[in-house]
């Protein structure tokens, strides 16, 4: 049987396959506003895809000014969810001496083990070098060590 194939209009192309910034989110934004911090819901899956519901409506939710939390639900026809209010941004959050949205990086035993078993040891003064014995040095010049 030979393939059947139509190639789509520009009207129907832009609606079958919208940008991320056009889909039209209004259902979901309106699906929310019944919804106060702290409120859990369910929301059946229909046609969706997990991962479709769950990017939709959290941008939703970001629209009316929530985070959503995610159950870890056993139902494959069924997202579970419980509604939070908004954090600071990422960007304004004190994040200490790393700066700000930078996460600490943690030091690691073995690090650790090694700085503290470093002792300093007592060093002689060192003697100008023999200008006459001296070769010339390669690349960046590096201050010496006292």
């Known amino acids: 049987m030979p393939m059947r194939m139509r190639k789509l209009n520009q009207d129907e192309a832009a609606r079958t396959f919208p940008r991320r910034g056009q889909m039209d989110l209004s259902e979901y934004v309106d699906a ?16 969706l895809t997990t991962r479709a519901a769950k990017r939709r409506l959290g941008q939703a939710a970001y629209q009316r000014g929530y985070r959503l939390h995610w159950a870890r639900g056993t ?6 969810f419980q509604v939070l209010a908004n954090a600071t ?8 001496s790393s700066g700000p949205g930078k996460p600490r990086r943690a030091v690691s035993r073995r690090a650790t083990a090694r700085v503290a078993s470093q002792t300093p040891e007592p ?8 200008p006459a014995s001296a070769q010339p040095r390669r690349g960046r010049q590096r201050n010496a060590v006292v």
């Open 75 to 80: 139902d494959t026809l069924v997202v579970y």
């Open 89 to 96: 941004p990422r960007t304004q959050r004190s994040g200490g």
């Open 123 to 130: 060093r002689e003064p060192a003697s100008a070098p023999d």
């Open 32 to 47: 929310l506003a019944a919804l106060q911090p702290g409120d859990a819901a369910a929301m059946d899956l229909g046609d």
